[in-house]
T-cell receptor, first 110, second 115 residues
Framework: SQKIEQNSEALNIQEGKTATLTCNYT??????LQWYRQDPGRGPVFLLL?????KEKRKERLKVTFDTTLKQSLFHITASQPADSATYLC?????????FGTGTRLQVFP | DADVTQTPRNRITKTGKRIMLECSQT?????MYWYRQDPGLGLRLIYY???????NKGEISDGYSVSRQAQAKFSLSLESAIPNQTALYFC??????????????FGSGTQLSVL
């Protein structure tokens, strides 16, 4: 069955540095991949979508890459800020079906 | 005002009780979903509906039922609650299946505890 792996350990980085989160998957060929941000006690909020024929997508300080050969997506936050501290979820999509990873918690300290 | 509203925000109930979680949306979306989130397991789809007359089972539908009362309302029921249904429940909406519109909009969640 399909499997999505996100680092379960929290990522701790210093303010101003670039945070890089990883999403790996197996036994699946998604047509697109999404990243969401989730704050404690809140629902996930959509950030970016990247399609299988796209290598990279940017939005302000966010950048997502999608390597269908490696079956991996990288999510980068440049010039990170304490306000970026949250859990980040990746989700793989094909047609109407969307499968979520368990998320990686990012902590940005001053 | 929130675009996707879930009620209640928190609920404690006892084993065997029937409970209903409600979701309403003002986004005008035709698609609505119910997910549950458990630590270490991520978000899992319970049921989804693409319009008022459409109901589909998701990954973990056993023990749950849903009702799409109107385009804007989608409720989730636990007929006889059990402790392993303790979880954080999310309602979500999305626009119709047009490329570029696959993103989901989530409510703030309902924390359900079954004792």
């Amino acid at each position: 069955s399909q499997k999505i792996e996100q680092n379960s350990e929290a990522l701790n980085i210093q303010e101003g540095k670039t945070a890089t989160l990883t999403c790996n998957y197996t036994n699946y060929s998604p047509a697109y991949l999404q990243w969401y941000r989730q704050d404690p006690g809140r629902g996930p909020v959509f950030l970016l979508l990247i399609r299988e024929n796209e290598k990279e997508k940017r939005k302000e300080r966010l950048k997502v890459t999608f390597d269908t050969t490696l079956k991996q997506s990288l999510f980068h936050i440049t010039a990170s800020q304490p306000a970026d501290s949250a859990t980040y979820l990746c989700a793989l999509g094909k047609g109407d079906k969307l499968i979520f990873g368990t998320g990686t918690r990012l902590q940005v300290f001053p | 005002d929130a675009d996707v509203t879930q009620t209640p925000r928190n609920r404690i109930t006892k084993t065997g009780k029937r409970i209903m979680l409600e979701c309403s949306q003002t986004k005008g979306h035709d698609r609505m979903y119910w997910y549950r989130q458990d630590p270490g397991l991520g978000l899992r789809l319970i049921y989804y509906s693409f319009d008022v007359k459409d109901i589909n089972k998701g990954e973990i539908s056993d023990g749950y039922s849903v009702s799409r009362q109107a385009q804007a309302k989608f409720s989730l029921s636990l007929e006889s609650a059990i402790p392993n249904q303790t979880a954080l429940y999310f309602c979500a909406t999305s626009d119709s299946g047009t490329p570029g519109n696959e993103k989901l909009f989530f409510g703030s969640g309902t924390q359900l505890s079954v004792l």
